[in-house]
């Protein structure tokens, strides 16, 4: 089973040591970068591994945009030697049950982006519902989705 644990001084670490494949590596920013960002922006963000038990398969980050307003998911990656289980999905899954809590403030969309060489992922999103939004910056293409329940 699949589910999300806070990053916190306990379990930076173990963050740290997921790995990308060396084609992926150009799509996601390593979790370091991730949890950079993470301090800058703590009043409206938080960074979780996706975890399989007790270890840590993956990374993802929920950022809150209030001048919008609306949530934004950054740098979801499985470890390299994890992918092809699932767990994507199961993370997926979980991390739009933790928006539709609302913990950072009221709003209707989730969005993320993707480059659009990364066609697995790509997958992934749009079988959860985002759609494409038009909007592209460089090789990032925008998705969203409403925020239901």
């Not at 934004?72 to 997926?92: C, E, F, P, T, V």
């Amino acid at each position: 089973m699949i589910h999300l644990r806070k990053i916190t001084e306990e379990n930076f670490l173990e963050a740290f040591g997921l790995k990308l494949a060396p084609e992926q590596e150009r799509f996601v920013s390593h979790p370091i970068r991730s949890l950079a960002q993470a301090y800058v922006y703590r009043d409206q963000c938080q960074p979780f591994g996706i975890c399989r038990g007790d270890t840590m398969v993956g990374y993802v980050m929920v950022i809150y945009d209030d001048g919008i307003p609306e949530y934004n998911i950054w740098h979801m990656m499985i470890d390299a030697s994890k992918q092809r289980r699932g767990y994507g999905k199961a993370a997926l899954d979980r991390v739009l049950e933790y928006i539709k809590t609302k913990p950072f403030g009221p709003a209707d969309r989730v969005v993320l982006t993707c480059n659009r060489d990364n066609v697995g992922a790509l997958h992934l999103y749009k079988s959860r519902g985002f759609a494409e939004t038009g909007t592209v910056c460089e090789d990032e293409i925008e998705l969203s989705r409403t925020i239901q329940g």
